[in-house]
């Protein structure tokens, strides 16, 4: 009975979905637009005057020599064929424009037809000129004939008749060789940047590999099979664990090692930024719109909010008492989405480059046919993967939260880190759905041709009647993208709560108005996402209500820090590599709060919107905030991970590089956002050379010092002092099992005690 | 030493000073956000330097009543007063700050009439150029040529009707941009003046100056919403002209 019920609401569910998507408006391509043709727009777009795209009939066809010599005059022909009514004489019949990478292009003597605009090293026709197909003017070659001239050449097919419609154009490049140039060997071709870097760590994973296993067949006279045999013993239990402990230090791994490949993406950028490049001086501007687009994504959605699942799966059994998440099974699945997602993403470096549509996908470009494809579609299909994994580690840990807490936790005596990871939930399950609906329109967009963002209907370039509309994605985005801000910084909040309270030796001050400073952002975070759409026209009531709600999120803030400085007042402070992390998270996240009010009045935000004053402060709040909160985290909870303390020095080195190179690179960010350097530009005004520079250089220290993490992180696991059930004497519950906890996490359930009670 | 003027000192006329076009006022706002920040930021690191200087954990320090104990909930500290006091000040602030944020508002947001206006131009973003066209009836002066195309002589002409990357405005005038975008958003943004407003398919914006505030000279155009693979060329050159 219940098998055939479920056939037919299956059955129902495939062709309603099928009905839907019958239903869906199709579009019937897109609108010409119209304008004079001039070089930049040449350059650009082509001849887009003529027609949008360009057409493969028309044949673009320069005569070369086969090779030239520094200094020698050549003259060239240009001939177009194909196209509109393929004649070979008579009036309006095409238009050409042609440019040079090296040496200087010149009309022929008293050639009529071929004109060189002042000021500008391109040719094109005269209007006299414009009734031929054919035009030859010279070429004189570079001083240097060790270099490959590449010419870039326009080409327009003209039917002759009024108007711009049923002309065809094409363009087509060419390359002249000097006699002492040396070929580039075609292997060379066709490998971007990132896929080069790829290929490289590749390649030096793939060595790595067969060193250490070489090494271990030698040294353990090992056969190839037994070394692989061993390694799988010790894999096995890591790939098919449902202990909420093995899946809580997996997301955190893996969290730190999508960190550090969104971090060298981050390095990239840098690198392109250190000085005013052309497109394709170090990354092409595609490359570089993908690498952003993959730091971004990368960072906040597979780094960021891993590494926060992850302590939320070790600590939450732990802090409320109970063995295992409610769901072991589904927290399995979550955390398996997430590397297989951030693959899906990834994937796009392999099919002609990533995603470019930046984290927050703005449309009508993520849904244009200039965003990459399908890398951009393997971004929507990834992120609507790690949507699912984040819904239902939300789901795991609200059950767990309301259902399994031990005797004595009441909620008003749950540490305030398991408090912010259960407003944190809320919010994810009220807004990644959200993106997820918005994500998946986006996907019918790009793939079945509706029309929900697209911009304007076929054929209405002006838009008077608009019938898709592209801010929609934006109030859907931001709707989960703002509290999705606060569901990775509310995490960082109850971490510095516990380590600052650990560290002063004494109880947090006011308990209470930390849960409801906590609870009162959480809510608040729905109502403020307008102040990311002060510049897209909205209603003024709309954008005044935003910049209210926004700027009363700096109270309950405000309260937190408060709070926590007053725990220090009368404690007795232990000034141990987490608390240091701690406190210059408190620094480095007031700074972050600072701007976020100045970011939330509108006038002020008119003039920062979409500069590097919007990525200094994010920043500050994203690496200042969670990021220095989480390594604040792996340093105090590791002792109980591993049974083993980190090494306070390196700790402390460590902390001492990130905090000043982090200040140092993402400080001056401000003033280059207040001169007026938009963010997601790969070229910027010299005038700038200098500060970028700078940040550059710091950025690049700040990441190299995370490897001294890394090396203390290995150090101290094989090397460590031991540790002992509570090193850092406190006092929730994760300190009453042993370090590391036994393998049902309690061996009896315990009981927290009240104060009085343990008098 | 000029990096750290430049870090210290960031100099954009539209932020500092009461400046031209839609922005009056932003410095007074710049400052009062500039003191409340310093305010707000400096009661942070004292206090915590002051806790760090003088609640140090020393050696042989006595175990204290409230020190925390593994599986005990710890009491309660805390003190209604000062907590409200802390909620209640900083409401005070943000609503002083939002309260200061209007009075620019209500300049910027009551765009003038096209009868109002000396000027209207239309502005159309497409990837990845800005085409600014004047009205019919305007008659464009003859020794506006910043725009213009070159003859022969390398001698710069009167600007056109319609002109790319390039506008050239009279000085002492109330302009008005009536901004469109042909295929994706893009986002019109007058760098020392201090205006931006996105382009939107299907939708017209608007964003206006008040010439006569701004002195005249050449200004940047940049284009701030990402855009594709050529935004961050997307730019446009503004002339401020007098007549």
């Given amino acids: ?759 | 030493m000029s990096l750290l003027e430049d870090i210290l000192i960031s100099d954009n006329p539209s932020i500092w000073h009461d400046f031209g076009g839609t922005s009056p006022g932003y410095a007074g706002i710049t400052w009062q956000m500039m003191i409340w920040s310093i305010i707000t930021g400096l009661l942070v690191f004292i206090w915590m330097g002051y806790n760090l200087i003088m609640f140090k954990h020393k050696e042989g320090d006595p175990e204290h009543k409230d020190a925390l104990k593994a599986g005990v909930f710890p009491h309660e500290r805390g003190s209604p007063k000062i907590e409200i006091a802390w909620t209640v000040a900083p409401l005070i602030l943000v609503i002083w700050l939002t309260y200061i944020s209007l009075a620019p508002l209500d300049y910027l947001w009551d765009v003038p009439d096209e009868d109002e206006t000396d000027l209207v131009v239309d502005v159309v973003a497409s990837q990845w150029t800005w085409t600014f066209t004047l009205p019919d009836d305007y008659v464009i002066p003859e020794d506006f040529t910043n725009c213009g195309k070159f003859n022969e002589t390398g001698v710069r002409q009167q600007n056109e009707r319609t002109t790319y990357d390039c506008i050239e405005i009279p000085h002492g005038g109330i302009i008005r941009f009536n901004i469109y975008a042909e295929d994706v958003l893009h986002a019109f943004y007058i760098v020392e003046i201090g205006v931006k407003q996105d382009a939107v398919p299907g939708i017209e914006t608007l964003a206006w100056i008040d010439t006569s505030d701004v002195k005249p000279g050449l200004y940047s155009i940049y284009c701030t919403e990402y855009c594709g693979d050529e935004h961050s060329m997307m730019l446009a050159d503004v002339y401020i002209t007098e007549d």
Avoid at chain 1, 137 to 142: D, E, I
Avoid at chain 1, 248 to 257: D, P, Q, R
Avoid at chain 1, 532 to 543: I, K, N, Q
Avoid at chain 1, 634 to 648: A, S
Wanted: glycine content about 10%.
């Fill in chain 1, 1 to 759: 009975m219940k098998g055939a019920s479920l056939k037919i609401l299956s059955v129902g569910f495939l062709i309603s979905i099928l009905v839907a998507i019958s239903a869906f408006p199709t579009s019937n391509g897109f609108p010409t637009g119209i304008t004079d043709p001039t070089t930049s727009t040449v350059e650009a777009n082509g001849c887009n005057c003529h027609n949008p795209d360009p057409t493969t009939s028309v044949i673009v066809e320069l005569t070369l020599p086969e090779n030239f010599t520094a200094g020698e005059i050549y003259t060239l022909t240009f001939n177009i064929s194909g196209g509109p009514n393929d004649a070979p004489s008579g009036e309006n019949l095409g238009g050409f424009f042609i440019k040079a990478s090296h040496g200087v292009l010149e009309p022929l003597e008293n050639d009529t037809l071929v004109q060189k605009p002042f000021g500008e090293n391109h040719l094109t026709h005269t209007t006299e000129g414009n009734d031929y197909r054919e035009w030859n003017f010279t070429w004189t070659a570079p001083e240097s004939d060790d270099v490959i001239v590449t010419f870039s050449a326009y080409g327009n097919s003209v039917n002759g008749a009024d108007g711009n419609q049923g002309d065809y154009w094409n363009s087509a490049t060419f390359s002249l060789m000097g006699v002492n140039a040396v070929a580039v060997a075609d292997g060379e071709h066709g490998l971007s940047t990132p896929q080069k870097l790829i290929y490289g760590f590749t390649i030096i994973a793939v060595t790595l590999g067969v060193v250490i296993i070489g090494n271990r067949m030698v040294t353990k006279e090992q056969s190839f099979e037994e070394v692989l045999k061993d390694y799988w013993k010790y894999l096995y239990p890591w790939l098919t664990t449902t202990d909420h402990k093995y899946i809580g230090i997996l997301y955190i791994v893996t969290g730190f090692a999508w960190f550090f490949i969104a971090g060298i993406l981050g390095m990239i950028i840098r690198w392109q930024l250190f000085e005013p490049r052309l497109d394709g001086d170090f990354l092409t501007y595609q490359e570089y719109n993908s690498t952003f687009t993959m730091h971004g994504t990368t960072m906040i959605f597979m780094a960021a909010m891993p590494i926060i699942f992850g302590f939320a799966n070790y600590l939450i059994p732990l802090q409320i008492g109970c063995r295992d998440l409610a769901f072991p099974r589904l927290n399995a699945m979550s955390y398996w989405l997430l590397p297989t997602g951030g693959i899906v993403i990834y994937m796009g470096y392999f099919t002609g480059g990533a995603g470019d549509v930046g984290w927050t996908g703005y449309v009508p470009y993520a849904t244009d046919a200039s965003a990459t494809k399908p890398g951009t579609d393997f971004w929507v299909a990834g992120q609507i993967m790690l949507g699912a994994s984040s819904t239902l580690t939300a789901i795991n840990f609200l059950t767990t939260i309301l259902r399994m807490r031990a005797p004595g936790v009441s909620f008003m005596r749950m540490p305030l880190f398991t408090w912010s990871i259960f407003v944190t939930v809320f919010l994810l399950l009220l807004a990644i759905p959200v993106f997820a609906v918005a994500l998946i329109l986006l996907m019918a967009d790009r793939t079945f041709g509706t029309l929900y963002f697209s911009g304007s209907c076929a054929g209405d370039l002006m838009g008077t009647t608009a019938c898709s509309d592209p801010i929609l994605w934006q109030h859907l985005f931001w709707y989960f993208g703002h509290p999705e801000v606060y569901i990775v910084i509310l995490p960082a909040f109850g971490v510095l709560s516990e380590i600052i309270s650990t560290f002063s030796r004494r109880p947090i001050f006011g308990y209470t108005s930390m849960v409801y400073a906590m609870t009162t952002i959480g809510v608040i975070s729905f109502v403020v996402y307008g102040h990311h759409m002060f510049t897209t026209g909205a209603d003024p009531l709309f954008r005044f209500i935003v910049m209210l709600t926004t700027m009363l999120v700096a109270v309950p803030t405000g309260i937190k820090i408060f709070n926590w400085l007053a725990t220090m007042t009368g404690g007795s402070i232990v000034t141990k590599t987490p608390m240091i992390f701690a406190l210059g998270t408190v620094i480095t996240f007031t700074i972050g709060g600072i701007t976020g009010i100045i970011l939330a009045s509108i006038p002020l935000d008119i003039a920062f919107h979409d500069t590097y004053f919007v990525v200094a402060h994010f920043h500050y709040v994203l690496v200042g905030g969670t990021l220095f909160a989480f390594l604040g985290g792996v340093y105090y909870w590791f002792p109980k991970m591993t049974g083993k303390m980190m090494n306070e020095t390196l700790g402390l080195i460590h902390f001492a590089f990130s905090f000043i190179f982090f200040n140092a690179a993402f400080y001056p960010m401000h003033n280059v956002g207040i001169s007026g350097m938009p963010r997601r530009y790969a070229t910027y005004d010299p005038a700038l050379t200098e500060m970028n520079q700078f940040i550059s250089v710091a950025a690049f220290i700040f990441g190299f010092a995370q490897l001294i993490f890394v090396y203390n992180v290995y150090y101290s696991y094989k090397y460590g002092e031991e540790a002992g059930d509570d090193p850092w004497d406190g006092w929730s519950l994760e300190w009453a099992t042993s370090s590391p906890p036994p393998h049902n996490s309690f061996t009896e359930i315990p009981t927290l005690k009240s104060a009085e009670e343990a008098e």
